[in-house]
C-alpha cells in the first residue's frame, strides 16, 4: 500500500513539498513536477533538506519539466531519478491512490 | 487502469492544463483508459472557443478538442464553476438570458456529481492544478 | 451497486485570498449525495478556514463559513485538523467554530465534528483513502 504524492512548486515559493514530506509515509513516492523540479536540484539552499525529509520515500523529478528550465541534468540531486510521463503514468498506476500537493 | 483526471487551473497561466494532456496522452498512448477529464475552479476556461493564442504558442483549448474528438473522451466542465467565470454552452445562454456562449467543441458542461462519480468510477484520481 | 469508496478533500489554503475553500466545499456538499465514506483535511493555512468570527462585509466578500456548521446535516462528520498547522500559526480549538453533528446512532446526541490530530496522525489518515482530491 503506496502513495504517489506530487509536488509542483518550487520549495522557495511555499512550503508545500515540506507539507508533502512531513506527510509521506515510508515506501511512497514523491514525484516533482513543473516549478516543483527546483525541489530536485543538488547545492541549493532546499537540497540537504529534501534529501533528509525524503529519507524513507522514493524521489522522483519529470524530465522533460527540468529540461524546460535549463537545469543540467548532473544538477539534478543524487537519488533522485528522473522520468518521462509514460513512467509517472506507470507510477500512478502502480501505487494504490495519488495524493497532488497544491 | 482507468484514470480520472482533474484540470483545476486555467490555460497558460499555469502550467497545470498542458501536464494534464501530456499525462492523458501518455496513459492513452500505454493502453490505459482516461475515463473522464473534469475541469474545475478556473480550469473550466480551457473550455472557451474565443481564445486566440499567439500562433507560435500551443493552442490549449484546441489540442484538447482534437484529443477528444480523436480518443471520445469525456471533457467535463463544472457548471456552477462556469457560470462564475462565465463559460456557457447554448444550453445555459438561453436559460440564464445571456446573449452567447463560448463553449469549444469536445466539451461539455455538467454539473459537480459528474467529479464525484469520476472519483467513484475511476481506478485512479490525479488532480492538476496549483 | 457501487462500492462505497474513502473520499478525502485535502484543504491546505487560507480563506477569502483565493476561491479553493469556498469551491472545496461545494464539492463537499454535492459529493455528500453520493454516500460515500468523506473525510475532510485541514492542515497548513487550511486550518484557517475554521476559524470563528468571520466578518466579511467591509471586505465584500461572500462569508461561507457557516457552511462548515451545516456539513453534519450532510453526514459529513469528519472534519480533520492538525494540531502542528494550528500551533504553527498560534491557534488552538477555541479559536475555531463549533461544529457538531448529530449521530443517529446514538440518540441524536450532539458530538464535535472536529477531529484534532497530530501530523503523523494525519499522515495515516490520508494513506487510508481512496481518492484524495486537493483544492
Not at chain 1, 64 to 76: E, H, K, Q
Not at chain 1, 85 to 94: L, P, T
Amino acid at each position: 500500500m503506496s502513495t504517489l504524492h506530487t509536488v509542483n512548486k518550487s520549495p522557495f515559493q511555499n512550503q508545500t513539498l515540506i507539507s508533502c514530506l512531513g506527510h509521506a509515509k515510508p515506501g511512497d513516492s514523491v514525484l516533482l513536477l513543473e516549478d516543483g523540479v527546483y525541489g530536485a536540484m543538488s547545492g541549493n539552499a532546499m537540497s540537504e533538506v529534501v534529501a533528509g525529509m525524503g529519507a524513507n520515500v522514493k524521489l522522483f523529478v519529470l524530465g522533460s519539466d527540468v529540461t524546460a528550465r535549463g537545469i543540467d541534468a548532473g544538477r539534478v540531486a543524487e537519488g533522485i531519478t528522473s522520468v518521462n510521463y509514460e513512467e509517472f503514468v506507470g507510477m500512478a498506476a502502480s501505487c494504490d491512490r495519488v495524493q497532488n500537493w497544491l | 487502469m482507468k484514470f480520472g483526471i482533474v484540470v483545476s487551473e486555467g490555460p497558460y497561466t499555469h502550467q497545470a492544463s498542458d501536464s494534464a494532456y501530456n499525462f492523458v496522452k501518455a496513459a492513452l498512448a500505454t493502453g490505459h483508459e482516461v475515463s473522464r477529464v473534469f475541469f474545475y475552479h478556473d480550469g473550466v476556461n480551457v473550455g472557451t472557443r474565443l481564445s486566440i493564442p499567439p500562433q507560435d504558442d500551443r493552442q490549449i483549448q484546441e489540442q484538447w478538442s482534437a484529443l477528444a474528438k480523436e480518443h471520445e473522451l469525456d471533457l467535463v466542465i463544472c457548471i456552477a464553476a462556469a457560470q462564475r467565470r462565465g463559460l456557457l454552452d447554448q444550453n445555459e445562454a438561453d436559460r440564464q438570458g445571456k446573449d452567447a456562449n463560448n463553449i469549444a467543441e469536445g466539451f461539455r458542461i455538467s454539473g459537480l456529481g459528474q467529479l464525484i462519480e469520476m472519483g467513484i468510477q475511476a481506478d485512479r484520481t490525479i488532480t492538476f492544478g496549483d | 451497486m457501487s462500492d462505497v469508496k474513502k473520499f478525502l478533500y485535502v484543504n491546505r489554503k487560507a480563506p477569502y485570498g483565493t476561491i479553493y475553500a469556498q469551491e472545496a466545499l461545494e464539492v463537499v456538499l454535492i459529493g455528500a449525495a453520493f454516500d460515500q465514506d468523506v473525510s475532510l483535511a485541514f492542515l497548513d493555512d487550511g486550518v484557517f478556514q475554521l476559524t470563528k468570527g468571520q466578518d466579511t462585509k467591509d471586505a465584500g466578500l461572500k462569508n461561507f463559513s457557516p457552511t462548515f456548521r451545516a456539513l453534519g446535516d450532510y453526514e459529513v462528520t469528519k472534519l480533520y485538523v492538525e494540531q502542528e498547522s494550528l500551533d504553527e500559526r498560534g491557534l488552538t480549538l477555541d479559536d475555531l467554530q463549533d461544529i457538531q453533528y448529530e449521530d443517529e446512532d446514538d440518540d441524536y446526541n450532539e458530538k464535535p465534528s472536529i477531529i484534532v490530530v497530530s501530523r503523523a496522525q494525519m499522515a495515516d489518515v490520508m494513506a487510508d483513502q481512496d481518492v484524495v482530491l486537493s483544492f
